[in-house]
């Protein structure tokens, strides 16, 4: 149940309304980042028809009918993916009303399902894609209770939601742990409780009195069980990552950390037990006392112990800052096609995102034309394709500037 | 004797005309000259391959071929020369690392007017986030007073020097900021206790009371008590705070997001014949920039955050670049701890969302945003901020163009001090409180 058919068919369809001049798309030249690779692939021709990629390769024919895009200077890579976000749960994050990414009064834990209230109109979508995020996670914000819900994966183009389900969302930490009374002990201990309770789980002889989670969460819980997808636990400090390790083994299920701000520490054992772990590069600060442990290098020091890195910009107006994060973690020490890798394939096969991530014949036509660098901060998306379709660049940004960049004239600025 | 009095008077004095004064006194350094380095230098200039002489904690000579008699000798091929950055905005210290109720000294939102408090008397300076700064070449930093209320207190610029003191990291004669807060924040935080300020109209209100009275407050003190004139006036620490603005001692450091709402505070300012030296998060300064430009009101503010609150929703990418084009003061400011260690790349991507637009910006020009404006705003642009002979040596010397997100700062001086040097960990500040936690002070 992870992909949702009607809305992708929903999708094709736009795309192929929208495309309606050319039969396809063919660009050609630059240098082309495929993430199958760790090199660049130069003089290469990329052919898109149908919302796919039909072939890469040199010296490929184009149809007459297909649109020819020249990138030669620039850099082609697949489309940005944020592993973490609550894009279309957020329009404005001081105003309640617009939020649909938490739960503050009524305690759902595992049960709250954020695909429910993605707004596909939100202006954050069109203000991101055009600097060259195409996907996202969309998941719960962390909350009071250890276990905060389902995440879900939306195309940044159209603000759809593409696949439900993809993990179950939740952290270990202080927070956490003052909901439970004030021990991470506690946290872990509900944990731990939860997942084996789930295991005999019947709806006719629960009674929710004598648990910590209702009927409906523990529902979620047994499905989460039965579901092949990771759970995505935020957690920290050092000893409470080893902990969560050790509960998912527990449990056979595959575990994704997030945040990890002191995961440099036990690098060796999570690359044992085969652990990715979502960073924000740019996080040094020890501002809390689950994260005294803060460095600039926990990415790099991370892949140097074999383990998967996946990068986030931990925003949401501003998932557009995805790349400047992996741009810092090779400044401090991540070799730059893991930095690619892990804002493009890592986050896809991580969640599950078939033909998402990489560039090859078969997958979804998500592409990016960078001016330069990608990971540099001087650069920009020129173009940018979801689903074989370019996508307009054009937001509530771009229309801002045109009304003002010029405060000269008499036309009055509401008619600009 | 005598000689020995006067020894003694002197700083005794001092403290008199300036409270809680600086106790920072540069450290001693060696003449350094900087070989064959290109400098960005905060004024607009890009100098390549030139040579920068570093003596007596001064910019003491810039040009090609300099004497290498008698100084040591640093070779920059390759490098970047730029002056130390400048943040008018930070919470470093009042609101350090780690963020707990016991650390937290930003906001008094005990009233809406607290201009009696002063920022200084909450800054620690063992906070952890001070060398990271200081990593990322900052030099000097405004630490300002939350903006709950219409009047958060007094802000202080302070070196990143480390220091057992706030005192010893005081800028020394530096003017003392004024924190006033616009829109959503101080109506937001006395609306909800049934108390005014609960609306935009209670803010100016409020504004003009207190401005109303500090006149008042000033003329009355001024009067000699004698027959005529029986009445004493209190003292009051905030209307001291407010009559220092008036008297032009101390600068306005005004949040406000919305260009309607600055033009408000521009005509309270004519209204009670004071400055407006910066606005804070000044999200919509492009909307009015002509208007800023002839104010001489410096606009300080984020390459690219918005949405976060509704008066953040009009930011845009290009905010500061059309704030310099409109030959109004384009700063760009951190308000973040994390921020504030990368300002550089803050201005590149400014920078580069003009030329995305097709706007010509170059970096010699962007460096301003971070250096010499900054400096203007805080009223230290005489010392600090420029890369020109005579001025403070406050200088960071980086291992390529600082606007690549590659760069890192290799060397910064304060006062031709090296404070801080990449490689070399016995010259990078620890505080106190990261002395054997987890990282081993290794966060950078």
Redesign the interface.
Known sequence: MRNITRVRGACLLVALWSTSAWAGVAVSGGKLYTMEDAEAAEGVTILISGGVIEAIGVDLEIPFDYERVDARGKVVTPGLIESYSQLGLVEISGEATTVDGNLSEYRLGPAFDVRFSINANSTLFPVNVMDGVTRAVVAPRAGNDPLAGWGAVVDLATGSLTHSRVALFGNVGARTAAFVGGSRSAVLQRLIRAFREARRYSPSRYRPDEHDYRGQDMEALRQFRGADVPLVMEVHRANEIVQVVNLAEDLDKSLVLRGGTEAWQVADFLAQHEVPVIVDPLDNLPRSYDRLGARLDNAALLHRAGVRVLISSQETHNVRLLRQGAGNAVANGLPWIEALAGVTRYPAEVFGLDNIGILTRGARADLVIWSGDPLEITTWAERVMVDGTWVPMRSRQTRLFERYHDLSGDKPFGFR | MLRLLLLVLIPVSAIASEPYASTYVPLASDDLLIVNVTVLTGTGERLTGVDVRLSGGRIEAIGSGLSREGVRLLDAAGQFLTPGIIDVHSHLGNGP????ASTSDVNEMTEPNTAQVWAEHSVWPQD??FP?ALAGGVTTMQILPGSGNLFGGRGVTLKNVPARTVQGMKFPGAKQGLKMACG?NPKRVYGERTQAPSTRMGNVAGYRAAWTKARHYAEQRAKPVDKQNTTVTEPDLAMETLVGVLNGEILVHNHCYRADEMAVMIDIAREFGYRISAFHHAVES?????LLAEEGICSAMWA???????EA??????NIP?VDQ?GACAIVHSDD??GI??LN?EA??A???A???GMAVDEAQAIGWITLNAAIALGIEKRTGSIEVGKAADVVLWDRNP??????AEKVFIDGYLYFDRSDPARQPLTD??LE???RG???
Request: net charge positive; aromatic share 14%.
């Open positions: 690392s780690p963020s707990i952890p986030q990271l959503e492009y909307k009015i920039a002509d690219d955050w918005w949405g976060f609150k509704l929703f009009d930011g845009i990418p290009q059309l409109a701890a994390q260690q990368r790349q590149a991507k920078m580069a969302a030329r995305r637009v606007f690549s997100v590659y760069a890192h409180f990261d936690q987890t990282a290794r966060r950078l």
